[in-house]
């Protein structure tokens, strides 16, 4: 059983579309992020949940939507697609504060906006 | 400005040697660190969590070390094989509680 599962692995799409990426935990954390890895490889936190609340919203353009329906599930939601809004993105989730506990990482899904 | 360093170039090593790998942050006192694993394609795995009470922390043939008062964290791994080649990421947590991390050190083995 996969522990942080994302959907889709690979997207591409086109500049101005609207697309969502969903992410799945089955570790049963109370905590969900969403990071974002760009061509430099630089992984850079976007969002951070607690128990369904939002706690971390790093300066990340408002066109970035998260969600998360439950515990388990965190979903990224992205209006108005741009070139440099491409990127891998990861969802991970931990059991508490990050700092004192070990991430879980899904697999990552590649954005490619054309 | 906080930062947080590791070597952005690649690590280049023969098997059953050593590898060392350098995390070092600026303007942080975290009360931990953490070390992961990224293969190509894959999302980080992580591999150890050091505390800041700690100097040195082991697990089959990676030891971590850390030290507050330098602001680094050396990572080894001993006997190393072809298998180890990955990318390597430290990774603090914030006064957020943001789990932040650098940039990554690329390590390749050969055999």
């Known amino acids: 059983d996969t522990a942080v599962s994302q959907t889709p692995k690979y997207l591409v799409t086109q500049m101005g579309n609207d697309k969502s990426i969903k992410c799945e935990q089955n570790?049963?954390?109370?905590?969900m992020y969403w990071y974002k890895q760009d061509s430099k490889k630089f992984l850079k936190i976007m969002f951070s949940?607690?128990?369904?609340?939002?706690?971390i919203n790093e300066t990340v353009p408002n066109r970035f939507s998260p969600k998360s329906p439950d515990k388990a599930h965190l979903n990224l939601h992205i209006n108005s697609l741009e070139l440099g809004d491409s990127a891998v993105y990861f969802c991970a989730s931990s059991q508490g504060a990050a700092g004192g506990t070990e991430a879980f990482f899904g697999q990552g899904t590649r954005l490619t906006v054309v | 400005s906080q930062k947080i360093e590791q070597n952005s170039e690649a690590l280049n090593i023969q098997e059953g040697k050593t590898a060392t790998l350098t995390c070092n942050y600026t303007?942080?006192?975290?009360?931990?660190l953490q070390w992961y694993r990224q293969d190509p394609g894959r999302g980080p795995v992580f591999l150890l969590l050091?505390?800041?009470?700690?100097k040195e922390k082991r697990k089959e043939r990676l030891k971590v070390t850390f030290d507050t008062t330098l602001k680094q964290s050396l990572f080894h791994i001993t006997a190393s094989q072809p298998a180890d080649s990955a990318t390597y990421l430290c990774a603090l947590m914030d006064s957020s509680y943001k789990l932040i991390f650098g940039s990554g050190t690329r390590l390749l083995v050969r055999p």
């Open positions: 050091i505390r800041e009470n700690e």
């Open positions: 303007n942080y006192s975290p009360a931990y």
């Open positions: 570790l049963g954390h109370d905590t």
């Open positions: 949940y607690n128990n369904k609340e939002l706690i």
